[in-house]
């Protein structure tokens, strides 16, 4: 599909596809604005070559792990010490849905 011929039959079949409610307004719309989006897309897939590693951010992002050593928690008594309200080892809270 050349990025100039996006028909909106063919946006409404990709909403379709993602699963996207789109008004005939959005579909029009988009049906004019996708083709400069791919254009711009080739654009960065010419500059981005084999040397360029894919990524998902522009700067290396690393996660900072902690050990995961077991420690002890709280009791149930000490959990449930600042309660307004308890019962046999539960919070009491109000009623929100009429069920008994």
């Known amino acids: 599909m050349s990025s100039s011929a996006i028909s909106r039959d063919?946006?409404?079949h990709l909403a379709s596809l993602a699963r996207i409610d789109l008004s005939d307004d959005e579909l029009d719309r988009l049906g004019a604005e996708l083709p400069a989006i791919l254009d711009h897309v080739k654009v960065v897939q010419q500059v981005a070559g084999d040397d360029v590693p894919?990524?998902?951010h522009p700067i290396p992002v690393t996660n900072v792990?902690?050990?995961?050593?077991?420690r002890p928690g709280?009791?149930?008594?000490?959990?449930?010490?600042g309660a307004p309200e308890s019962e046999e080892q539960r919070f009491v809270v109000p009623q929100i849905l009429g069920e008994e």
Do not use: G
């Open 65 to 70: 792990f902690r050990a995961d050593v077991p």
């Open 10 to 12: 063919d946006v409404a």
């Open 54 to 56: 894919p990524m998902s």
């Open 74 to 81: 709280l009791s149930p008594d000490e959990a449930l010490a």
